[in-house]
């Protein structure tokens, strides 16, 4: 892992450190192809070099959240999109067991807009 990566998952406390750790494994395997890096300061995964999705805490309630880039072509239930144009979020609970079935539904239908040409990677 990169420093800077390894720096944000470690200044982290519990539970939400290991609740973001559990989405970056889950986000890690969900294709052979999605590698991690970080921009703007977070967690950013990449398909193909193709910003993918970022894990980040939302700033009132420190909860984890993953922020789907190309979330305005998704609709799934689980999905919020705010006052974003583009985005879309899926909250989960650092204190509660994560919807490990949700959340791979929904990244194997964003990758799937990468895999299937509908957003176009390099």
């Known amino acids: 892992m990169l420093p800077k990566l390894e720096q944000f998952y470690l ?3 519990e539970p939400q450190k290991g609740c973001l750790m559990a989405l970056r494994d889950l986000i890690l395997k969900s294709d052979e192809l999605v590698e991690e890096t970080i ?13 993918f ?7 009132k309630t420190n909860e984890p959240y993953i922020l789907f880039v190309e979330g305005k072509l998704l609709n799934h239930p689980m999905l919020e999109t705010g006052d974003r144009a583009r985005m879309k979020i899926f909250k989960v ?6 919807p490990v079935d949700q959340i791979n539904e ?17």
Do not use: H
């Open 11 to 13: 200044s982290k406390t």
């Open 39 to 51: 921009k703007y300061g977070m967690p950013c995964f990449t398909y193909p070099g193709k910003m």
């Open 53 to 59: 999705c970022y894990l980040w805490t939302d700033k």
């Open 93 to 98: 609970r650092s204190n509660e067991d994560l």
């Open 106 to 122: 929904v990244l194997q239908s964003a990758l799937d807009l990468y895999r299937n040409g509908i957003v176009k990677v390099k």
